[in-house]
């Protein structure tokens, strides 16, 4: 998809490149049915790729949604664990250091899952960000030149 724009920019790069500069006015002769357009074609792309951006971020939700239910089943399995231990009449004192050692570690590893998913869709997020932006200055170049 990205490839498709990428294409398109290359195609109106080069008919910029190879149009009639005429110096003393500062202006080129270009094809405008041509360069035209490729602009409409990258015009309709764009809308692809800010759908593309919009399964990036309901991935995000998704990573985060299960992050987070994973993270509930951590602490409610170590909970169970812990009352559990608790319930052990000889060893009490043990099951609660236990315990909490045991929350603490899911708590921690339920934050680590949560901020790898962050990470990975700001990540993402970033990179369509940058493509986005790239492909809006060669088409507000494009236009400037007509």
């Known amino acids: 998809m990205l490839n498709k724009s990428f294409k398109i920019i290359d195609e109106i790069k080069l008919i910029v ?69 608790l319930n052990e009449n000889n060893i009490t004192q043990k099951a609660k250091r236990e315990a909490e050692i045991i929350i603490e570690d899911a708590k921690k590893e339920a934050e680590d899952i949560k901020k790898e998913a962050e990470n990975y869709a700001i990540l993402l997020l970033t990179k369509v960000e940058d493509i986005l932006k790239k492909e809006l200055e060669v088409i507000e170049r494009a236009k400037n030149g007509l």
């Open 17 to 85: 490149k190879k149009s009639l500069v005429i110096p003393i006015l500062e202006r080129a002769i270009i094809d405008y049915q041509k360069l035209s357009s490729l602009v409409d074609e990258l015009d309709k792309s764009l809308p692809e790729e800010i759908e593309e951006a919009k399964k990036i971020i309901k991935k995000k939700e998704e990573l985060l949604k299960e992050a987070e239910e994973e993270a509930e089943n951590i602490i409610k399995l170590a909970r169970e664990r812990a009352e559990y231990l």
